[in-house]
């Protein structure tokens, strides 16, 4: 079968013939190895099944963590400092994984086979962990709810308890940060219609995440918080083998694109060819080496940028190196092409911007953990029923929708409109690190509130308190605001400024923040709870809350994302956008088109 490429002006740039059909303009591939045909391939057929089994994992993924810290406490007998820093460590590590599974996906396997391989992970990772709660860790029967205390455990069973969440971790890790980059490939950025419905499922993708988290934070919850733990896991179980079974029932109509090989060698060639050049100086007249590649090959190349100049000297062509050309012998090691500088100088420029997002990370580990323990230490009652202290998390998951439709449906307009431009994907992650500022800021005054009503109330101080648990439906509904700010447009920008042949590993940085948020916050709480801690003050954040002072811990991480934010500010400021070939048209053209298409 023949292909046709149409241009933005749709110049026909293929060979007609009876049996051709219009592929797509980004190098994508179908499940045969031929060109993708636009018609039979991608678009919101196959996204729409992406995002089904997106929810589906996520359900799955928060069935477990979303109530971690209380299993920790009511099952394997942990304090709450000791299991709100083991939940940041596995979470820590879930997403560490995601840096394993970008690398696999760009450089061998690609993101459908990477998908599909730790999908199973996770699965087994489940199974795991529901066979071990339902034989040996709900011990004795009905144990685990908020009255009846489980027993102690073997190293054998704990030892099998950690290999389990560790493999849900390394499953989840691993399959997150592809499953976005896959569910963009069905979108050909060569198509002015696909190129803005691939804008708009960032943020479908996004709200698929946190509805397939609703029904964990609500039914599953609800269940676990009886000490029903075995059921909510089987539950999780069933939702990822379903999404994995989805997953595999889309192979004939996905859109591939094919491995690149391992990046650390192109980058390696960039600064040995440049070092080797170091007495060298690059100016406006000089020829920089670049290979005249094909426009369908998948891989864009890219226009030479200001800032890191040094870097330059690899694609300086030397008279050594043009006898090298000439002979068709040239040294990667000493030329390299204007397209593998500018990739080095994409991810130099990333990772500063990428580094600042993970100080609004550790305000999000809060929310599965440190709010999680506030809500339990509050009053729970509405009449004769229990609300379980994680499930408040539905609030943040409402937040994300709500804003969601407002920033698509009125601000982003609205903006566009009177701004005669949108806001940038920085411009609106810089409103998320204000809106997590303000989180903080409820989640500490609410604290102060919850410490006053207790201290008043409580005649034997047991943790428990008459302020009401609505009380922090602010500060989840504020972080779900911020989510939308930081998470939404951080997915686009990652994906977008990666080079072609890292797109996952874009993506990876959105998780790998996640990731490192939760390593600080395990070591921000550890460090405050050895500062505060004396011989008669249980510190910041006691067994006992009734006893501390979790206000100020909340007040301490709104005065570094504070900090975090002029940083941040600054940077964002002097960051350069990637400049691709051919893409000023597109550019234009998403001015144009300011509603999104679906």
């Known amino acids: 079968m023949g292909c046709l490429y149409f241009n933005k002006k749709d110049k026909m740039k293929g060979k007609m013939n009876r049996d051709n059909e219009v592929c797509t303009s980004d190098g994508a591939i179908d499940s045969h190895g031929n060109p993708a045909v636009r018609t039979r391939t ?193 539950a999780s179980t069933a939702s990822a083998a379903i999404a994995l079974v989805l997953f595999l029932c889309g ?45 369908h090959n998948g891989r864009r190349k890219m226009l030479q940028t200001e800032g890191f100049r040094f870097l330059d000297k690899a694609a300086l062509i030397t008279s050594k190196d043009l006898e090298q050309i000439e002979e068709n012998k040239r040294n990667p090691w000493r030329l390299s092409t204007v397209t593998q500088v500018e990739e080095v100088k994409c991810v130099l420029r990333l990772l500063p911007i990428w580094l600042c997002t993970i100080m609004y990370s550790v305000v999000f580990a809060q929310m599965a953990s440190l709010f999680v323990v506030q809500g339990d230490a509050m009053d729970t009652r509405v009449s004769s029923f229990n609300i379980p202290p994680a ?7 409402l937040g994300v929708a709500f804003f969601i439709f407002i920033y698509r449906h009125a601000l982003d307009p609205l903006v566009a409109k009177t701004m005669k431009s949108k806001l ?59 989510e939308v700010f930081m998470y939404v447009p951080q997915l686009e920008f990652f994906n977008g400024q990666a080079p072609e042949g890292l797109k996952s590993f874009g993506s990876a940085l959105c998780m790998t923040s996640i990731s490192l948020g939760n390593y600080v916050s395990s070591l921000l709480v550890a460090i405050v709870m050895k500062i505060s801690t004396k011989h008669d003050i249980p510190g910041w954040i006691p067994g006992n809350l009734n006893l501390g002072h979790l206000d100020r811990f909340f007040f301490l991480l709104a005065a570094l994302t504070l900090a975090d934010l002029v940083v941040y500010i600054a940077l964002a400021k002097w960051y350069k956008y990637v400049k691709f070939e051919g893409n000023q048209e597109l550019e234009h053209i998403k001015k144009e088109n300011r509603e999104i298409i679906v």
């Open 391 to 397: 499930s408040m998390s539905s609030f943040d998951i």
């Open 251 to 295: 192979t004939r109509r996905y859109r591939y694109f094919k491995s690149v090989g391992n990046p650390l060698p192109r980058v390696g060639q960039v600064f040995v060819a440049a070092a080797k050049k170091w007495k060298f100086k690059v100016s406006a007249e000089d020829k920089l080496y670049e290979v005249q590649e094909s426009s």
């Open 424 to 482: 940038t994907e920085l411009q609106r992650m810089g409103v998320g690190l204000v809106l997590a500022i303000m989180a903080m800021v409820s989640a500490g005054t609410v604290e102060k509130f919850r410490l006053r009503y207790a201290i008043k109330d409580c005649d034997k101080c047991d943790g428990s308190s008459s302020l009401s648990i609505f009380w922090q439906v602010p500060q989840y509904v504020l972080t779900g605001a911020s």
């Open 42 to 234: 991608g678009t919101w057929v196959t996204g729409i099944l992406i995002l089904v089994n997106q929810g589906l994992a996520t359900l799955a993924f928060f069935g477990v963590g979303v109530n971690l810290v209380l299993f920790l406490t009511r099952v394997m007998g942990q304090e709450n400092a000791e299991a709100a820093n083991n939940v940041s460590k596995w979470t820590g590590t879930v997403y560490i994984f995601s840096l394993l599974g970008a690398f696999l996906s760009d450089s061998y396997w690609g993101r459908y086979i990477t998908c599909a391989i730790f999908q199973l992970i996770f699965v087994i990772g489940l199974i795991a962990l529901s066979l071990s709660s339902h034989i040996f860790l709900l011990n004795p029967s009905g144990c685990g709810d908020k009255e009846l205390q489980c027993g102690s455990h073997s190293s054998y069973q704990m030892a099998f308890f950690y290999i389990s969440i560790y493999l849900i971790a390394l499953g989840n890790g691993g399959y997150q940060p592809n499953i976005a980059t896959f569910g963009a490939d069905q979108f050909d950025e060569g198509d002015p219609k696909e190129q803005l419905s691939k804008v708009a499922f960032f943020s479908y993708f996004y709200l698929a995440l946190n509805l397939g988290s609703l029904f964990s934070n609500t039914v599953l919850d609800y269940f676990e918080d009886k000490g029903q733990w075995t059921l909510g896991f089987w």
